[in-house]
């Protein structure tokens, strides 16, 4: 069964900048970072594929940058000129490559202060 295992949330102010990272553990495919806002309901962020095909949510764009390094079976979120309306828990998202199956990380909480 993967694992996933996610760090690097926080609280910062408008115009900052954190990365997000999730380690997972198996045979992975897809990897991906969602959030969800109190609220709202939980939304793609960005997507990467394990020959780095990546996709965005048109509000991040120019902003995030997901990335991983296979070896490790980690990805990453460079975020960028953070807003408040960042603010969410971000989940990290994997496919396992054997199984098929999706898995969820714990979440981890963004707070961006205005």
């Known amino acids: 069964q993967v694992q996933l295992v996610e760090s690097g949330g926080g609280l910062v102010q408008a115009g900052e900048s954190l990365t997000l990272s999730c380690a997972a553990s198996?045979?992975?495919?897809?990897m991906a970072w969602y959030r969800q806002a109190p609220g709202k309901q939980r939304e793609l962020v960005a997507s990467?594929?394990?020959?780095?095909?990546?996709n965005y949510l048109d509000s991040v764009k120019g902003r995030f940058t997901i990335s991983r390094d296979n070896a490790k079976n980690t990805v990453y979120m460079q975020m960028n000129s953070l807003k408040p309306e960042d603010t969410a828990v971000y989940y990290c998202?994997?496919?396992?490559?054997?199984?098929?199956?999706?898995?969820w990380g714990q979440g981890t909480q963004v707070t961006v202060s205005s």
């Open positions: 998202n994997a496919r396992d490559i054997t199984s098929a199956k999706y898995y």
């Open positions: 198996g045979s992975i495919g897809s």
């Open positions: 990467i594929t394990r020959g780095a095909v990546t």
